[in-house]
């Protein structure tokens, strides 16, 4: 069974950063592309940013372009999503997600549909 563990939400200030984890079981990370996404109060979960399973590309919703990076570290099992100059709406829970690939597959993925695995999530707050 696949088990992703979030980490590293907190309160923040506006202007600040945080680095989120996503930790798995196995070496699911390495066979996966990956996501971050979010949900705030009243609002559907939304794509934030996304690799392929390779790491070779990626994607960002235009509202974290240029704040936002999603990396990994396949040897640790564990995807990050640094978040620098954090905003008041970027306030939302962030979930990781992964989707099991077979071969080599270069794509990342936008759409929560496309993903197997989930987190449970970590609050992230940026008060103004």
């Known amino acids: 069974q696949v088990h992703l563990v979030e980490s590293g939400g907190g309160l923040v200030q506006a202007g600040g950063s945080l680095r989120l984890s996503c930790a798995a079981s196995?070496?699911?990370?390495?066979?996966?592309?990956m996501g971050w996404f979010r949900q705030a109060p009243g609002k559907e979960r939304e794509f934030v940013a996304a690799?392929?399973?390779?790491?070779?590309?990626?994607g960002y919703a235009d509202s974290v372009k240029g704040r936002f990076t999603i990396s990994r570290d396949n040897a640790k099992n564990t995807v990050y999503l640094q978040m620098n100059s954090l905003k008041p709406e970027d306030t939302a829970v962030y979930y990781c997600?992964?989707?099991?690939?077979?071969?080599?597959?270069?794509?990342?993925?936008?759409?929560?549909?496309?993903?197997?695995?989930w987190g449970q999530g970590t609050q992230v707050t940026v008060s103004s």
């Open positions: 196995g070496r699911i990370i390495s066979l996966s592309a």
């Open positions: 997600a992964a989707r099991v690939e077979l071969g080599r597959v270069t794509r990342h993925y936008t759409d929560l549909t496309d993903y197997n695995y």
């Open positions: 690799n392929s399973r390779s790491g070779g590309t990626t």
